[in-house]
């Protein structure tokens, strides 16, 4: 039984250094409703998979270790204190396989992986540790925040549609699925639909979810994807540690040069400014959640969400290096708890029951194997559709943070330079854009920021 909290105080916890510890059971009760979202909603973890095994080339198998190991440090951001449910850096998956590719496949490219997400690693860390991340994002110019994410969302779709993508090759599926993804999150339509009727609200609780459901249904029938060919035995997994340690980690492979260290300075500045939006969206969301309920205090703080995102990196680095990275936040579910939070402590005891249950769940079903061979032949789609919606996202984000038609400019050349050359040109032609056509435009930038929800 949970340790039940007084009214108008925080969740009970241990306090341990920067961190509290919240053990789920113990000092917080299991939330049924998103132990079963988090059941079906690991097809978007399992994304990951893909990622690994065309860019890395290794085995599924060892992917597959891969993405339970990631998932189990996902937990540790509830456990620790952090009340969101945390994610991929998704926006910069597009550049971070961009990047990968200029290194032969094997052993260098894992290698330029490790020295990318130990640097990011200790960005965050240094971030947490002195507390000066919103100094730095106020630093940086809307005009190249915009452009970074114009740049992501090129990529994003460019690298679905492009010679040899994935829609190309299933067409099908992934048109289908996308459309019904975009509308499920996007339409107008569909909003005042759920405002109208409980049926639709409850199905666009589920975000993208139908979307992939509907592309498992139609992969096989239109012979663009195999049938599920579902095991139930045995029915967990366990990670070949050795396996994963022999093919991905530096321990085994060798570290990366010196020389990759410095050649991925410039990409791990861009992912980190990219993953700092998420901080900000963070707060927001959160703040509103304490405000809709007195019973308990809620607290973000965005230095130990930086330290455990450093963490996170840091293990995944030496251990298994992943291409998504270990990012602060996951929106759209964040939004979704938060939202069935505020209806009131009888639908919701505490902030932490929620993230806390729907990531100790989709660690459990990463590694339920009857889950993951039931998805496992459309994963390729689940990503496709995920990075059409965050292409989606990131270009609607750069315009809404673009004050005026100098900043659409250069976040346009920007973005496109990212893509075509990478994200060091792409940052350095920004740089020298801004310096060159701006002047007197503080006024304007601080009152775009007061404006924007989103950073």
């Excluded at 139908?210 to 049938?227: D, Q, R, S, T």
């Excluded at 029915?235 to 020389?259: E, H, Q, R, Y």
Aim: net charge negative.
């Amino acid at each position: 039984m949970a340790i039940n909290r007084e009214y108008g105080t925080e969740q009970p916890g241990i306090n341990f250094g920067p961190f509290v510890i919240r053990i789920p059971l113990v000092h917080y009760k299991l939330e049924i409703s998103e132990a079963l979202q988090a059941l079906i909603m690991c097809a978007t973890c399992l994304g990951a998979i893909p990622v690994m095994t065309e860019n890395l080339g290794i085995p599924f198998e060892i992917a597959w270790g891969m993405v339970i190991i990631n998932g189990f440090l996902y937990t540790l951001h509830s456990t620790l204190g952090d009340p969101v449910v945390p994610g991929w850096i998704t926006p910069a998956i597009p550049l971070t396989v961009a990047y990968l590719a200029t290194f032969n496949e094997g052993t260098e490219r894992i290698q330029a992986l490790v020295a990318l997400q130990l640097l990011i690693a200790i960005i965050f860390f240094t971030m947490g540790l002195t507390g000066i991340a919103g100094k730095l994002l106020g630093i940086v110019p809307e005009s190249i925040k915009a452009g970074i994410l114009m740049g992501a969302g090129f990529a994003a779709v460019l690298g679905e549609f492009n010679v040899g993508g994935r829609f190309n090759i299933t067409p099908i599926t992934i048109g289908i699925g996308a459309v019904i993804a975009f509308y499920l999150l996007f339409s107008e339509r569909f909003k005042k639909l759920r405002q109208k009727n409980k049926a639709f609200e409850f199905l666009g609780g589920f975000g993208m979810l139908p979307a992939i459901l509907i592309a498992i249904a139609i992969g096989p029938l239109v012979k663009e994807y195999a049938f599920p060919q579902v095991d139930f035995w045995p029915l967990f997994k366990m990670p070949d540690f050795a396996g994963i340690i022999n093919t991905v980690s530096p321990f085994a492979i060798g570290f990366p040069s010196i020389d990759m260290f410095i050649q991925a300075i410039p990409m791990a500045a861009v992912i980190y400014i990219i993953a700092f939006g998420d901080f900000v969206t963070s707060e927001a969301l959160i703040h509103e959640a304490d405000i809709a309920r007195q019973d308990e205090k809620i607290t973000f703080n965005a230095n130990r969400s930086n330290l455990i995102s450093g963490i996170r990196n840091l293990i995944l680095a030496l251990v298994a290096p992943y291409p998504t990275l270990a990012g602060p936040l996951w929106a759209a579910v964040t939004a979704a708890v938060s939202e069935r939070y505020k209806e009131g402590r009888d639908k919701m005891d505490s902030i932490y029951s929620g993230v806390g249950t729907f990531r100790w769940f989709t660690f459990i079903a990463v590694a339920t194997v009857p889950i993951v061979t039931f998805v496992e032949p459309i994963l390729p789609a689940a990503l496709s559709l995920t990075l059409l919606v965050q292409g989606f996202i990131c270009v609607r984000l750069a315009i809404d943070l673009s004050v005026n038609d100098i900043d659409k400019g250069i976040a346009g050349v920007m973005g496109a330079i990212i893509v075509a050359k990478g994200a060091a040109w792409g940052l350095a032609v920004g740089i020298i854009l801004y310096l060159t056509l701006f002047s007197g435009t503080k006024e304007k930038l601080e009152e775009k920021k007061e404006e924007s929800d989103e950073w």
